[in-house]
């Protein structure tokens, strides 16, 4: 047997992708490797998403170049590729910079990466594959899925069209694209008979989901999962990234009519202030997303709402800032991600004036992250003496404990007794922490 390493960075669909990508070596007979060290091919998955990305990529080759070049006087040097966001972006740059380097190739073209596994092994030399292919990927990869555990990512929409100011996403991952429905379909068929019971929906813009249906018409994404939700075994669903311009009603109605649609959503707004949020080009105010909270709380009163933040956009000002507090304290997140604003080669707002100084940005990011965190815990103490269902998902720290998630996405520590991974168990939740919480099985 050979061995891959394969390190994934950032998104939930680069670690998707990292699956797909081990998934397409198995037959080429490899099997995953515990370190780079034993590994024969070492792949990084890459992330350009914020600043210096390219930059801890060529620190982490320039590591692997010494680990090569040690196993290379034994005659085993490992291949070693770059592949992700930051292999499209910067293509033919990273093979000139690190010699180490024997393949690059990007989101869009891994499912070549047996084709160019056997053409370096031809040639010997670097292979670079960044071209946005005229076939679907999708189509080429394999089609059986190995055993995932009990909760599993399946990619349906990639790329996105949307353009805020401050992201490289649509220069990365491309346009907008939906699989279609039996290939998603397909997919999850093949999760579930693995052992996989709770299916998250990956897409830059999930909800933006507009693929061909079973019957020939463009479906949307509320359509797709109450079509899978009809599939035996999965017993949840979930969906990630949304934009709130594509929260259409069918979707929002989804909460409140399928059961096995998790209470849980993200649903970035960035930033607070309007005038921000027109610089962005986010293509909504913030009066029209508490709009849209509003409807999604009528649906499913119980939401645990989530979403991603930026300070520190050009020119955000002190009362900018506030006013992302104030959306804050308004909408109650039950858990968020908060960035301070990365200015990024090639994208609009990377050129605008007004650039914030980095102290600033810390300041606020400070303040934002404290504001969430204390919300985080009231949402979890909020869940103090409920009863729900969890799924146990993995071994806890103690013998007999298992560690489940909640229908909220929280970490939940259960004595399980005889239950097993796998299992849906219901529980009354005893004890709250910052970042899980713990419970009782009821008898
Ligand atoms: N700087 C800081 N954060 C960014 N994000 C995207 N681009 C940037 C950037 N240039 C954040 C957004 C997005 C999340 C995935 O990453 O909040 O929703
Ligand atoms: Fe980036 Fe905006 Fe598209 Fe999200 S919606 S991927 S933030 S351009």
Redesign the pocket.
């Known amino acids: 047997m050979k061995k891959v390493y394969i390190r994934s960075y950032g998104?939930q669909m680069n670690v998707y992708d990292s699956q797909r990508m081990g998934d397409l070596l198995g037959p080429l007979g490899y099997e995953a490797a515990a370190a780079p060290e034993d590994a024969d091919l070492i792949i990084l998955n890459t992330c350009h998403?914020?600043e210096k990305a390219a930059e801890k990529v060529y620190s982490e080759l320039g590591k692997l170049r010494y680990l090569k070049k040690r196993r290379a006087r034994n005659g085993n040097a490992p291949v070693i590729a770059v592949a992700g966001c930051v292999a499209q972006a910067e293509g033919e740059e990273i093979v000139r910079r690190e010699r180490a380097v024997d393949l690059v190739f990007g989101p869009q073209t891994y499912h070549r990466l047996p084709d160019l596994l056997k053409s370096h092994a031809l040639s010997g030399r670097p292979v670079v594959e960044t071209e946005f292919p005229p076939e679907d990927k999708f189509d080429h990869l394999t089609k059986t899925v190995p055993k995932r555990g009990v909760t599993a990512f399946l990619t349906v929409q990639e790329g996105c069209d949307k353009f805020c100011t401050?992201?490289v996403v649509p220069y990365t991952r491309g346009a907008e694209f939906s699989r279609p429905v039996t290939q998603i379909e397909t997919e999850a068929r093949a999760l579930v008979e693995g052992g996989v019971r709770e299916i998250t929906l990956l897409g830059q813009n999930v909800n933006a989901y507009h693929g061909l249906g079973t019957d020939g018409e463009v479906w949307s994404l509320a359509r797709l999962i109450t079509y899978l939700s009809r599939i035996d075994g999965i017993e949840r669903l979930r969906f990630t990234t949304s934009h709130p311009r594509d929260m259409s009603d069918d979707l929002i109605a989804a909460y409140a009519e399928n059961p096995k649609l998790m209470p849980y959503l993200h649903l970035?707004i960035?930033a607070g202030s309007d005038r921000i949020l027109k610089e962005m080009n986010r293509g909504h105010h913030s009066e029209d997303y508490l709009k849209l909270i509003a409807r999604i709380r009528d649906a499913c009163p119980d939401i645990a709402l989530s979403g991603?933040?930026?300070v520190g956009f050009p020119d955000e000002t002190e009362a900018d800032f506030e006013a992302t507090l104030a959306i804050i304290r308004e909408v109650r997140y039950a858990s968020a991600f908060s960035?301070?604003?990365?200015p990024?080669p090639g994208t609009p707002a990377a050129e605008m004036a007004g650039q914030v100084a980095d102290e600033v940005k810390s300041e606020r990011l400070a303040r934002l992250q404290a504001l969430l965190a204390s919300q985080q815990k009231a949402f979890n103490r909020g869940c103090l003496g409920r009863d729900m269902a969890i799924l146990l998902e993995k071994p806890g720290r103690h013998p007999g404990q298992l560690i489940g998630r909640s229908p909220y996405l929280q970490s939940v520590y259960i004595d399980a007794g005889t239950h097993a991974i796998g299992d849906m168990v219901n529980v009354t939740i005893d004890a709250v922490g910052s970042n899980s919480l713990s419970a009782h099985i009821h008898p």
């Open positions: 998104c998403i914020r401050f992201c970035p960035q991603d933040f930026i960035f301070k604003y990365s990024r």
